[in-house]
């Protein structure tokens, strides 16, 4: 009866076992499914590594069978190189840290992968240790992406900092404003204070920009609007420099501005290269166009480019037209072919440059004699552009030329005339002809002394003629009788006044100047010889003074009954050298330099002179000086 009673109180207890057992079993198999629908990788591992249980997942990611890795370590799975890191940080985990996660490199099928793993330990009912449970993903893709944008970064950084290229953004919600480094150097603001402030950046900007910014700003925010400016920002030492601007808008789903995004380039050198070249270019212009002399930029066909105001003036033509002619159009047709030759040369590298004397024809049809010099401009490879070509009108060079002609034949001359007769003079007396003869040898000396006193006459016209325009000795001047000056010129040509039977009429009214005695003595006595010279036997010459018309010069005249001054000749004969005709100067004697003498004279006391004439009638020579209060 006992053991009935037994066996009946035993039974439930091997039901409840069995039912016991049998969820745990279902709860295995459900846990089993579920551990091995996952596409995570699980496994489990005692507390020396050695591999108790691997899902599917796991498996099929390292190529392996369950039964290939139970019972063995996952430490061989593991990247040689990170085994150290991942041992270290398993060994920190314990019951108070019973959890990490951390990301290392596995190598599956023969490559290395990077994994995410979450580890956990699992604990037993006395709380020790009974395994080590592990859950990974592969995040290769993401690793990968990473060192993608990490190296993009990188080249970024390097090309901003190659191409000085300054990155700032502008949260608008926030207001918040991150500047890149080198955004920090190009606003002169130290990293130190952090970003600043929209009114921070304002108050960077130089005072004329920041409306023009401030606009662009709210046209950016408000409507969308990307923008690009040069500013100038004042940076804490007070230098000034010159940002290129750009800013691009960002928007959300919802087509809201949300961030400002702008890049910066500091263009302070390439300003100031800007405006160096604009110095340059207006000191070429201006030098080009104010040059005295003409000049052109023609093509390598022979096409004015550009010519200054000096040429259109020779030439006669404006710019325009001048635009649509070439420089053999204007040459004068014997010197075409010399010019074009010339102009080949250079362009074919023969010669470094060309320079000639050839005619012009302007627009009138007046021939101008120029000297030209041009010479190639070439780029940086020594390809010719274009050629530069001055011209200078050597019309006057070449009428000195002329007179300085006149005069050699002049000079010579008159040089060779009295040394002449003063050696012919000399060498009758030293043959002894007239040893007996008293009163010829006195007539041979006599032309000896006069002759010399011609060449005398001569170099001290041309020494008088140098000291006056060179300023060596200056004009002293002090108060003078003008009767006193009138009668000393007249005695100093009375002698050849008689020797011609002309009558030196005077008239002056007594007053006192201001002037240099001897300099104007020698103006009236050069004016009365030219008078006497230039008149016939037996009539006047009058030299009268008084006070001009304008009451404010006192005025000489000195008038003859001479053949008169052609209407062309009379500026012409107060320059050096010259002379009505050149043959006056052997048949009246002197060298052309008297009038100009006279005139330089005047101007040095701040006067004018100058003549009236008629041909066949006579001349009025007048000079007036100013009075001095």
């Not at 053991?3 to 846990?31: V, W």
Request: negative net charge; glycine residues 6%.
């Amino acid at each position: 009866m006992n053991d009935n009673l037994e066996s009946t109180m035993m039974q439930p207890d091997i039901n409840d076992c069995k039912a016991i057992e049998l969820a745990l079993k279902q709860s295995e198999a459900r846990y089993r499914a579920i551990v091995e629908d996952q596409m995570d990788l699980i496994a489990r591992s005692l507390p020396d590594t050695t591999l108790t249980f691997v899902n599917g997942a796991f498996c099929r990611y390292f190529d392996v069978q369950p039964e290939e890795v139970l019972g063995k370590s996952f430490y061989r799975m593991i990247h040689e190189a990170d085994r150290p890191e991942v041992m270290q940080r398993i060994s920190t985990l314990s019951r108070t840290n019973p959890m990490l996660v951390m990301e290392n490199r596995n190598v599956a099928k023969g490559q290395v992968r990077w994994m995410q793993w979450s580890d956990r330990l699992l604990f037993d009912e006395q709380g020790n240790v009974k395994e080590f449970q592990m859950v990974g993903r592969d995040i290769t893709d993401r690793k990968q992406s990473e060192a993608a944008l990490r190296q993009s970064e990188a080249r970024l950084s390097i090309a901003q900092r190659v191409a000085q290229i300054g990155i700032w953004e502008w949260d608008i919600a926030t207001q918040k404003r991150t500047w890149s480094e080198l955004t920090y150097q190009q606003w002169g603001r130290d990293p130190a204070l952090g970003d600043p402030t929209y009114d921070e950046v304002l108050q960077m900007v130089h005072p004329d920009d920041r409306d023009i910014v401030q606009a662009c700003n709210d046209a950016a925010i408000d409507q969308g609007m990307p923008y690009s400016l040069t500013l100038r920002v004042l940076h804490p030492d007070g230098s000034i420099r010159y940002l290129d601007s750009r800013v691009e808008p960002l928007c959300d789903e919802q087509g809201q501005i949300f961030k400002l995004l702008g890049t910066s380039i500091d263009i302070t050198e390439l300003k100031r290269i800007e405006t160096a070249l604009r110095e340059s270019e207006e000191r070429f212009r201006r030098a080009f166009n104010g040059a005295p002399i003409g000049m052109s930029l023609v093509s390598l066909t022979g096409h004015f480019v550009r010519v200054n105001r000096t040429y259109c003036d020779l030439m006669g033509y404006t710019q325009e037209e001048l635009f649509t002619r070439t420089f053999r159009d204007l040459t004068h047709p014997a010197d075409k072919e010399e010019d074009w030759q010339g102009f080949q040369q250079m362009l074919n590298g023969e010669i470094s440059a060309f320079q000639m004397q050839k005619r012009y024809i302007t627009k009138q049809g007046e021939v101008v004699p120029v000297l030209l010099s041009t010479a190639p401009l070439r780029d940086e490879t020594g390809r010719v552009l274009y050629v530069v070509a001055h011209i200078q009108d050597i019309r006057d060079r070449l009428k000195v030329e002329r007179m300085k002609d006149e005069f050699i034949s002049v000079i010579s001359h008159e040089l060779r005339t009295p040394l002449t007769s003063i050696r012919g003079a000399l060498g009758i007396l030293a043959s002894g002809v007239f040893h007996d003869r008293p009163t010829q040898a006195d007539q041979m000396l006599k032309i000896a002394l006069n002759n010399s006193d011609r060449l005398v006459r001569l170099v001290n016209d041309i020494l008088t003629l140098e000291r006056l325009q060179s300023g060596k000795v200056p004009l002293i001047k002090e108060p003078c009788q003008v009767s006193d000056l009138i009668q000393q010129a007249i005695e100093s040509v009375r002698a050849l006044a008689d020797q011609s039977s002309i009558v030196l009429s005077v008239s002056s009214v007594s007053a006192t100047i201001v002037a240099a005695p001897d300099a104007i003595v020698q103006t009236l006595t050069n004016l009365l010889c030219n008078a006497i010279k230039f008149s016939d036997s037996g009539s006047t010459v009058w030299i009268d003074a008084g006070l001009h018309e304008d009451r404010s010069h006192f005025c000489f005249k000195v008038k003859d009954q001479g053949r008169g001054i052609p209407e062309d000749k009379l500026e012409m004969i107060f320059e050096q050298f010259q002379q009505v005709d050149v043959s006056d100067s052997r048949q009246k004697g002197g060298t052309g330099l008297g009038l100009a003498i006279c005139k330089k004279i005047v101007q040095e006391h701040g006067g004018q002179i100058w003549v009236e004439s008629r041909l066949g009638e006579g001349s009025t020579f007048y000079f007036v000086l100013p009075l001095t209060k």
